[in-house]
């Protein structure tokens, strides 16, 4: 099994990507994100890879962040996400969105991703829900186990929202001031407090 490939970006199209190495060329897919994070041709560039076998061909998924690598292998163990939805998935979304969205249970953030309808997203939430907490960001982990208590988070979420922040930014600035100043915490300190952690 291919595990890491080192060579010459050769070309970088629409989903893929041709890395040269020692002669041989690697048609290696990959996400949007990866894609825009490689070196233009022909420059040397480093992929993680996730190789897999099937009767009619050998599929070779590349990733510059482990994260985004790890997140594959999870994503792919969902009923109804192949490679080429896990892929849509983290072109629409990083490490950090995902693991936000899933402890929010943001349906419309998984929807945006090609392929994925609304029935694949709940099932993709419900499902990595209790596994999400351990998955990586990209720059450290963070455990889902700081999930917002309901009620007060909520409510300052929705007027977080309704003042322009996305869910995905605002959620983990509310948990943040919600751990500091603690669960009971009044709903005009947490959104003034949200808020000037928003404006850093």
Known sequence: MIG??????????DGRCLIDVGGVGYVVQASSRTLAALPQPPA???LLIETQVREDAILL???TDPAERDWFRLLTTVQGVGAKVALGILSALSPR?????IAASDRASMTRAPG????????ILSELRDKAGAMPLGSGFVPIAAQLPRGVA???LSALVNLGYRRQEAQPAVARVIERLGETAGLDAVIRDSLKELAR
């Open 61 to 63: 998924y590349g990733f």
């Open 154 to 156: 909520e409510d300052v």
């Open 4 to 13: 890491k490939l080192t060579g010459k970006i050769d070309q970088i199209e």
């Open 97 to 101: 969105d995902l693991v936000t969205a």
């Open 44 to 46: 040397l560039a480093a």
């Open 116 to 123: 994925v309808g609304p029935k694949l997203a709940v099932r």
